[in-house]
């Protein structure tokens, strides 16, 4: 009997390193987000040019995040048993499913966040 960690390992393509990091690269993408645009953003009134690297910040985080949601679709799809079955293919659902939870609520507040750059005037 193998253990759950060496079912799952990144030879098999039932989870490792790509499924965990599909997972939860949301979260620290929207982390990323929230600290460059609260770190740049008294820069824009004394330099206007900085404004472009908060939108790139924006589009990068918010695309990684798409990444990670599509590596999260596969293996939603690729699962062949109920997560609630205990096996890997549930496991594998399971994280899926998380990850597309989380990278939604993830892009989500992103793309809220860069809109403030849009409205908001950082000199006021």
């Known amino acids: 009997m193998s253990s759950p960690v060496a079912e799952a390992g990144p030879e098999t393509g039932q989870g490792g390193?790509?499924?965990?990091t599909g997972a939860l690269v949301g979260i620290v993408a929207w982390m990323i987000h929230l600290t460059a645009l609260a770190s740049l953003i008294e820069l824009t009134c004394e330099r206007p040019e900085v404004e472009w690297?908060?939108?790139?910040?924006?589009?990068?985080?918010a695309g990684v995040t798409l990444l990670g949601m599509w590596w999260c679709l596969a293996l939603v799809r690729k699962?062949?048993?109920?997560?609630?079955?205990?096996?890997?293919?549930?496991?594998?659902g399971f994280l899926?499913?998380?990850g597309l939870?989380?990278?939604a609520f993830s892009v989500l507040l992103i793309l809220w966040e860069g809109s403030y750059v849009l409205f908001l005037d950082a000199c006021a």
């Open 17 to 20: 390193i790509k499924a965990w």
């Open 101 to 103: 939870m989380m990278g």
């Open 96 to 98: 899926g499913l998380f």
């Open 53 to 61: 690297a908060l939108h790139l910040t924006t589009a990068a985080t």
């Open 79 to 92: 699962s062949d048993d109920p997560d609630a079955a205990g096996t890997r293919g549930g496991r594998r």
